[in-house]
């Protein structure tokens, strides 16, 4: 449901770790490569190295992600069975090791449990390579941009030829291809990532690849042949400008969103005839604006996802701040009597819950989608309760940040216990009404939902709605960017709203660690370097970013109709910032 900045907090956003030594004669046999796909959708590749003493280490690469690399942590053998954990995600893969080690049969579980079989990549390569085989490297103009392409062909020895295809300056590694065919010197390969596809042929002096990539046009995109591979590039940024006035950043954001309409080595956020589009808000120093692109309109809502956080975190704050509830008060004493007995030693309280620092997993061990369009539907407050009721609500000793849908959601429905509400009616007391916030809720009512956007997943597909009930303080939200700059605003000068000010002071209050050189309040994430507050957001077909920076007076959001696809809705928010503060800015697309 949602994402960390710079840091996913999805699925694959994977931590290094130390692998502890196993023994056993079997485990030596796992070594080697393995490809998998999640869901579907998330192509995986498991490395395995085995140690002589037989202990295992491993990594993971995500491959539709760019992330590579990843280390996994505590393998354990036992019998014909393998697990491994993935401790950033409080993920853990169990399965069987298959036919000696050809696979790996088992499932993948963080939250709901999917299957995820991994197969051993048994490439042998030729005798004698072909003309073609090594890597090559070229680039294409698009959208003002120069953008690289490598390529890595190798043949196997029944002569057909394999290809991987990295995107350098987009940090995209190790794409897939497709329909591989070299044949009287000519080749094309598909590359159904990005649905794209190049044609060509090779000199005569076997140096040189000329072609034509097509990807909802042609571009031409010759390859010169290489002896090493080239590193991906960090990413350069967009050359700073004098500091844009929100009055004058519609025409800026037109240009810099050129590249997210343009399909080249990605697939453009924005590309026509995708039916996505993105509101931007902007404020500073009391002037605000709000400008749409593609299919939305100014007023259109959108699911926020995690941003939900931060209001439920103001909520807190409301009722700490009236004595409704203590910061350091157990949530235990919140829940239905008898949900959990009192630990002999330190409990998880409601402040541990907002600055993420409770111990909790990021998602409950009985969560179960009968839906996956609509996942968080049927997981009702009775089952939050089982839930916390067989884990406890023991705090562990010096808990380190780990975000957490239950957590935050847990605090939700803890608060709406405590006020005998439910988690909307509870929203609508303490900040919509106070806020004057019209289109921020959690149901619609009926000239909203027809300004409702249509969601839209990773592939573009139209998706539903997410309905969140037992978890809904987590990510139960839609919004527009008028009301969401309303909200920004309040944060910016509290003092405009005496009921909420010493509250919304609160929850700016810097409380933990959130990662390495951030920190966190009431769910506002801050980076100590940069200085602003941020939190951001994402359901099965919309991502969203919010931010405002105290110190220059200025606060932004972004909202589009698209789930997580390559950050784009926070590489969006920062390039928004860093223009009002006249920056070099962070590529909207890559």
């Known amino acids: 449901?949602?994402?960390?900045?710079?840091?996913?907090?999805?699925?694959?956003?994977?931590?290094?770790?130390?692998?502890?030594?196993?023994?056993?004669?079997?485990?030596?046999?796992?070594?080697?490569?393995?490809?998998?796909?999640?869901?579907?959708?998330?192509?995986?590749?498991?490395?395995?190295a085995a140690a002589p003493d037989g202990s295992l280490t491993g990594t993971l690469d995500s491959v539709d992600q760019g992330a590579t690399g990843i280390p996994c942590a505590d393998f354990k053998v036992e019998g014909g069975a393998l697990t491994f954990r993935v401790p950033a995600v409080n993920g853990v893969w169990k399965g069987a090791i298959v036919d000696g080690g050809k696979s790996l049969e088992g499932k993948w579980s963080q939250g709901p449990e999917m299957t995820l079989n991994f197969t051993r990549d048994t490439f042998i390569a030729a005798e004698k390579p072909s003309p073609i085989d090594g890597v090559w490297l070229g680039s294409v103009q698009a959208a003002g941009r120069t953008l690289r392409a490598q390529l890595k062909l190798k043949s196997d020895r029944a002569g057909n030829e394999r290809c991987a295809f990295d995107s350098l300056d987009q940090g995209a590694l190790d794409w897939e291809c497709a329909n591989v065919k070299f044949e009287g010197g000519n080749l094309s390969f598909d590359v159904p990532k990005v649905r794209g596809r190049w044609s060509g042929k090779l000199s005569a002096e076997g140096d040189t690849l000329k072609g034509e990539w097509r990807q909802e046009g042609p571009y031409q995109l010759d390859f010169t042949r290489r002896n090493t591979e080239t590193k991906p590039s960090p990413g350069g940024l967009d050359a700073a400008l004098a500091p844009v006035k929100p009055e004058d950043m519609g025409p800026v954001l037109e240009r810099d969103l050129a590249a997210a309409r343009t399909p080249v080595f990605s697939i453009g956020p924005l590309a026509e005839g995708a039916g996505v589009g993105v509101v931007v808000g902007v404020v500073r120093n009391g002037v605000r604006r709000v400008y749409a692109f593609g299919p939305v309109k100014n007023d259109s809502?959108?699911?926020i996802g995690s941003v939900t956080k931060t209001f439920t975190g103001l909520i807190l704050a409301r009722m700490a701040a009236r004595g409704d509830v203590k910061l350091d008060e157990p949530v235990r004493e919140l829940l239905p009597p008898g949900t959990a007995a009192k630990p002999e030693g330190a409990e998880i309280t409601l402040l541990d819950l907002t600055i993420q620092h409770s111990g909790l997993p990021r998602m409950p061990g009985n969560f179960r989608q009968t839906d996956p369009r609509n996942p968080y539907a049927d997981y009702k407050?009775?089952?939050?309760?089982?839930?916390?009721?067989?884990?406890?609500?023991?705090?562990?000793?010096?808990?380190?940040?780990?975000?957490?849908?239950?957590?935050?959601?847990?605090?939700?429905?803890?608060?709406?216990?405590?006020?005998?509400?439910?988690?909307?009616?509870?929203?609508?007391?303490?900040?919509?009404?106070?806020?004057?916030?019209?289109?921020?809720?959690v149901a619609l009512t009926s000239e909203q939902k027809a300004r409702f956007a249509q969601g839209h997943d990773g592939q573009r597909r139209p998706t539903s709605a997410w309905d969140l009930d037992a978890l809904a303080g987590a990510g139960a939200l839609r919004s527009t960017a008028g009301d969401m700059l309303t909200y920004l605003e309040a944060q910016l000068h509290p003092d405009k709203f005496p009921a909420l000010a010493a509250s919304m002071?609160?929850?700016?209050?810097?409380?933990?660690?959130?990662?390495?050189?951030?920190?966190?309040?009431?769910?506002?994430?801050?980076?100590e370097k940069d200085a602003y507050y941020w939190h951001n957001g994402g359901t099965g077909g919309f991502s969203s970013y919010a931010f405002f920076d105290t110190k220059n007076d200025c606060a932004g959001v972004v909202l589009t109709n698209i789930t997580v696809d390559g950050n784009f809705a926070d590489r969006l928010g920062l390039h928004v910032r860093q223009r009002l503060l006249g920056e070099a800015a962070v590529p909207v697309a890559r």
């Not at 196993?22 to 796909?37: I, K, N, R």
């Not at 609500?393 to 803890?414: D, E, I, R, W």
Request: glycine share 12%.
């Open 381 to 441: 407050p009775g089952d939050l309760y089982k839930y916390i009721s067989s884990h406890g609500v023991a705090k562990p000793a010096n808990p380190p940040f780990l975000y957490s849908n239950l957590g935050v959601g847990l605090l939700g429905q803890a608060l709406a216990n405590r006020a005998g509400l439910t988690y909307p009616a509870l929203f609508k007391k303490e900040i919509a009404d106070p806020l004057g916030l019209k289109d921020t809720t």
């Open 1 to 48: 449901m949602t994402r960390n900045h710079r840091v996913s907090t999805g699925l694959l956003a994977l931590c290094a770790a130390i692998i502890p030594g196993l023994h056993g004669q079997s485990t030596p046999s796992l070594a080697g490569d393995y490809a998998g796909v999640l869901a579907g959708a998330l192509h995986l590749k498991l490395h395995i």
């Open 301 to 303: 809502l959108f699911e």
């Open 505 to 527: 002071e609160q929850t700016h209050v810097l409380r933990s660690d959130a990662g390495p050189g951030m920190r966190i309040g009431f769910g506002w994430i801050y980076p």
